[in-house]
């Protein structure tokens, strides 16, 4: 298969679209998860052609540095991660006034964290980190900048990183079910874990996931100052 990105970003999408039809209350979290994410599809350049080399719609990796695939890939990820939490142990979003959490401008405070986790994925790649490692390590260290301020998303953060790495798995899991020995092809080899995969997935990838997870858990809850409290309590 030519465009091997094309399927897995296709493939990512669908988590989402499940959640979004069968929970109509993460619906506005998962809308707002899908802007914050739109940013990270630039970069692209960063991951192309260092980390793996897929084919692109239009050669546009090659154009403007990401692709079609991208946005497709970062919403549909998003969509998931985000809510994948939620979901298994039927939580939902409830409004709170917790120590830390941000009252006002919430997209301002939501664009000043996007901005500097983009910087600093800059700079570590800048200094010569792996891009995947160097995206895993500001992930992972925004979620634990955000549960310092707010702590109750702790738990959260951490089930839903786990989650999401599962989730994760299970749609490469498909994917190669679908185009046989595509890691091997289209990834390069890993700087930190050569060889390392479960059930034929990188654990590079599966890193990813978890740090996805973890981020995306606790960010739109800090951002948008809401917690995670039993479905049956949440508003319409």
């Not at 897995?8 to 999408?13: A, T």
């Not at 995306?216 to 479905?231: D, E, I, L, M, R």
Request: glycine letters at 8%; proline letters at 7%.
């Amino acid at each position: 298969m030519s465009h091997e990105f094309l399927l897995l970003s296709s493939l990512f999408l669908l988590p989402g679209a499940v959640i979004w039809l069968a929970r109509p209350d993460l619906r506005p979290v998962m809308k707002r998860m899908a802007l914050a994410s739109l940013p990270f599809a630039a970069t692209e350049r960063l991951f192309y052609p260092r980390y793996w080399a897929p084919k692109f719609l239009f050669d546009l990796a090659d154009r403007i540095g990401f692709g079609i695939e991208d946005v497709l890939f970062v919403v549909g990820l998003s969509g998931f991660s985000s809510t994948v939490y939620a979901v298994v142990f039927r939580r939902a979003p409830v409004p709170c006034a917790a120590q830390g959490a941000p009252r006002a401008r919430p997209w301002l405070r939501a664009a000043a964290v996007i901005a500097l986790a983009l910087a600093a994925a800059g700079a570590l790649v800048a200094a010569g980190v792996p891009v995947l490692y160097a995206a895993v390590a500001v992930m992972v260290a925004v979620a634990a900048a955000l549960i310092a301020a707010r702590r109750d998303l702790l738990v959260p953060g951490l089930l839903g990183a786990i989650l999401s790495a599962a989730l994760y798995l299970g749609l490469c899991l498909v994917f190669t079910a679908l185009v046989p020995g595509v890691f091997e092809r289209t990834w390069r080899p890993s700087a930190l874990l050569p060889g390392k995969a479960l059930l034929g997935v990188p654990l590079d990838e599966l890193l990813y996931g978890l740090g996805a997870g973890f981020v995306a858990t606790v960010f739109p809850a800090w951002a948008f100052a809401f917690s995670y409290g039993h479905a049956g309590s949440a508003g319409d």
